[in-house]
Nanobody, 130 residues
Framework: QLQLVESGGGLVQPGGSLRLSCTAS????????IGWFRQAPGKEREGVACITTSGATNYARGVEGRFGVSRDNAENTAYLQMNNLEPDDSAVYFC????????????????????????WGKGTRVTVSD
């Protein structure tokens, strides 16, 4: 079956770094835009970063300059590099994919873009704390 699986979450101290991976199984990611989202307890799920099928990226204001999104189509994997982490970054992080022929399509920043995603992973938890 088609699925996305996130990995790389864990506990990290403020100022530390983590790299999350999102790997697709049973389908090729090359025709899919990828979005990274996160949800903290009691809060709405929000967009964090995205990457188009052609490799262009976009970021939420609060993470730009600290986070970097990339993709390796040969490995069917997208990545989210998170640097200089803050306690407010603590959340469950999800990747999601949207099949599109539009090379400029990037699922940020609107809430509506979440509903456009074709497939979601189950999430990986990131906790930033001393």
């Amino acid at each position: 079956q088609l699925q996305l699986v996130e990995s790389g979450g864990g506990l990290v101290q403020p100022g530390g770094s983590l790299r999350l991976s999102c790997t697709a199984s049973e389908f090729a990611l090359d025709n899919y835009a990828i979005g990274w989202f996160r949800q903290a307890p009691g809060k709405e799920r929000e967009g964090v970063a995205c990457i188009t099928t052609s490799g262009a990226t976009n970021y939420a204001r609060g993470v730009e300059g600290r986070f970097g999104v990339s993709r390796d189509n040969a490995e069917n994997t997208a990545y989210l590099q998170m640097n200089n982490l803050e306690p407010d970054d603590s959340a469950v992080y999800f990747c999601a994919a949207r099949q599109t022929p539009i090379t400029s399509y990037c699922p940020l920043p609107t809430d509506g873009r979440q509903a456009e995603m074709d497939l979601w992973g189950k999430g990986t938890r990131v906790t930033v704390s001393d």
